[in-house]
C-alpha cells in the first residue's frame, strides 16, 4: 500500500508565493520520478514540472523561471516553489509519482488526493 499526502495549496494574491508538498509512504522500494500536475476548472490535466531520481527537473513552458521542483530522496518527498503566483495558476495541483514496491516488481503511477491553489488578482 502507498499514500501520497500533499500539502500546501492556499489561496494567495497575484505576485504570492507558496511551497508545495507531497510525500510518499508504504511499501515503497524504488522511486523514479515525481512531479506535479494541475487541472483548473473545465480544463484537462496538465503536467506542471517533473523531476527524476537523479534531480533533472523538467518545467511546462507556463511556469518556467517562476517554479521550482526538488526532491529529497531520504524522505520520498517531492516539493513544488512557486513564486510570482499568477491568476491562471489557479487550478487543484496533483502529486504524481512512479515507483516499484519490490525487486522485480514493476513500476506503477500513483497520484495524490490534490491541493487547492486559488491565486486572486
Known amino acids: 500500500q502507498v499514500q501520497l499526502v500533499e500539502s500546501g495549496g492556499d489561496l494567495v494574491q497575484a505576485g504570492g508565493s507558496l511551497r508545495l508538498s507531497c510525500a510518499a509512504s508504504g511499501s515503497i ?13 473545465g480544463k484537462q490535466r496538465e503536467m506542471v514540472a517533473t523531476i527524476t531520481s537523479g534531480g533533472s527537473p523538467n ?16 524522505k520520498n518527498t517531492v516539493y513544488l516553489q512557486m513564486n ?10 496533483y502529486c504524481h509519482v512512479v ?23
Open 29 to 41: 522500494f524504488k522511486l523514479n520520478p515525481m512531479g506535479w500536475y494541475r487541472q483548473a476548472p
Open 59 to 74: 518545467y511546462a513552458d507556463s511556469v518556467k523561471g517562476r517554479f521550482t521542483i526538488s526532491r529529497d530522496n531520504a
Open 84 to 93: 510570482s503566483l499568477k491568476p491562471e495558476d489557479t487550478a487543484v495541483y
Open 99 to 121: 515507483l516499484t514496491t519490490g525487486w522485480g516488481k514493476g513500476f506503477n503511477d500513483y497520484w495524490g488526493q490534490g491541493t487547492q491553489v486559488t491565486v486572486s488578482s
